[in-house]
């Protein structure tokens, strides 16, 4: 058994043969990290497969991830300390006519905001995705309005959500960590 059938044993996606497409998707695509897809399938029908499965409407990305969370939270246990790491993506797909997307950091990119949070142990070793949020902004912002510390308050919030949906088989943490360098008690 393959470390990706492992971790997606408990992927419940309603047909046998999508769990199969998730555990070799998830396999090419580690063995290739950089890739895109087309670049990290083997051949055009597996790439047409992948695509397919993607576009699923029965199922969304929260759904494929879960049991990579669930053996997450079991790693998590088995550690006295954690650190969780988060971090904001842009997803920039400009130039591409995708319906639902929204402008980035520059107005004219068109895409999604990613925002993983990161399990792993003090001495770095990785322990996977604990939490995931994906959205857009509605508009552009008006500019200059921002109020100070705005983003600190953002990544407050983010950090808030993580404790909010702790898993309760781990340690409650001491300290919540964010990349803006920031700390905030959570206890």
């Not at 063995?31 to 990290?40: D, F, K, L, N, V």
Request: one cysteine or more; aromatic letters at 8%.
């Amino acid at each position: 058994m393959s470390w990706a059938d492992e971790e997606f044993r408990e992927v419940d996606l309603g047909d046998k043969r999508r769990a199969n497409r998730v555990v070799r998707l998830v396999e090419r695509l580690a063995e290739r990290p950089t890739a895109s897809i087309p670049g990290a399938c083997i051949g055009w029908a597996e790439t047409q497969a992948a695509y397919r499965f993607l576009s699923g409407e029965d199922y969304d990305w929260m759904d494929i991830l879960e049991p990579h969370r669930q053996c997450t939270q079991t790693r998590m246990a088995a550690h006295a300390v954690v650190l969780c790491l988060q971090d904001t993506t842009e997803l920039n797909f400009n130039g591409q006519a995708i319906a639902g997307l929204g402008p980035l950091s520059y107005e004219a990119q068109r895409g999604m905001y990613l925002h993983p949070t990161f399990a792993v142990t003090p001495q770095r070793e990785p322990l996977g995705v604990l939490d995931a949020w994906m959205g857009r902004r509605a508009s552009p912002r008006p500019p200059m309005v921002r109020a100070r510390g705005s983003k600190r308050a953002c990544a407050g919030a983010k950090a808030m959500r993580v404790w909010r949906n702790w898993p309760g088989s781990c340690p409650k943490p001491a300290w919540l960590m964010w990349r803006t360098a920031n700390l905030t008690s959570a206890s």
